[in-house]
């Protein structure tokens, strides 16, 4: 049983550049999530997909996009780059689509992004 | 909007001590109190979870005390060992506060050796 992969690991983007982060999600898992981890910070939820429909977005504005494939894994978007996205981009995925239920969200390692 | 606070932001114990980090939430419709553990460079890793129908969870040396009238949960670490140096984040949900997880701040535990 694999876990969650992210790609790539690093990555060194210009302002106003896009990007494409992608996410393998565990085997069996059918939900994902994104979180933005700003250095020294807890992760911040930026989106969730379940069933490649977005399942609950979190305060970040539209040029942060994503899609969710049938085989389960995902992409994180980000248009016009800012500075301040510079991250560690984070993708969880798990069993069901509530994490009340106890099933946890196992996360990947992230992609560290950074915008210059 | 900083639903969950966590404190202290850096802790260091000795080999053998008690780890105590503190969280307080502010809303009432989170049901699922998980701790996670993170290493340089790796994702966060669940470590122990509580839902807010019992007062306390051990498992190991990791507790989760868990004070509903207070909104008020903390983690102990017994016997804190050198590999536990990691930053631990405490983190909140619920099916009616938006399904996603809401984070702490995160605190720095060092153990010395």
């Known amino acids: 049983e694999t876990g969650v992969t992210q790609s790539p690991t690093h990555l060194i983007k210009t302002r106003g550049q896009q990007v494409t982060l992608r996410c393998s999600s565990q085997?069996?898992?059918?939900?994902v999530s994104w979180y933005q981890q700003a250095l020294g910070q807890g992760p911040q939820f930026i989106f969730q997909?379940?069933?490649?429909?977005?399942?609950g977005r979190g305060n970040f504005p539209p040029r942060f996009s994503g899609l969710q494939f049938p085989n389960y894994s995902s992409e994180l978007n980000v248009n016009a780059l800012e500075l301040d996205d510079s991250a560690l981009y984070l993708c969880?995925?798990?069993?069901?689509?509530?994490?009340?239920?106890?099933?946890?969200?196992?996360f990947g390692s992230g992609t560290r992004l950074t915008v210059v | 909007q900083q639903q969950v606070k966590q404190s202290p932001q850096s802790l260091i114990v000795q080999k053998g001590g008690i780890s105590i980090i503190n969280c307080a939430y502010e809303?009432?419709?989170?049901?699922?109190f998980p701790w996670y553990q993170q290493f340089p460079g790796k994702g966060p890793a669940l470590l122990i979870a509580?839902?807010?129908?019992?007062s306390e969870k051990k498992e190991g040396r990791f507790t989760i005390s868990f004070n509903k009238s207070a909104k008020q949960f903390s983690l102990h670490i017994m016997d804190s060992q050198p590999g536990d140096s990691a930053t631990y984040f405490c983190?909140?949900?619920?099916?009616?506060?938006?399904?996603?997880?809401?984070f702490g701040g995160g605190t720095r535990l060092m153990v010395k050796p």
């Open positions: 085997s069996g898992h059918n939900t």
């Open positions: 809303n009432t419709a989170f049901d699922y």
């Open positions: 983190a909140a949900s619920g099916n009616n506060a938006g399904n996603m997880l809401t």
């Open positions: 997909y379940y069933r490649e429909e977005e399942n």
């Open positions: 509580i839902r807010p129908d019992v």
């Open positions: 969880a995925s798990s069993l069901r689509r509530s994490t009340t239920l106890g099933y946890g969200y196992t």
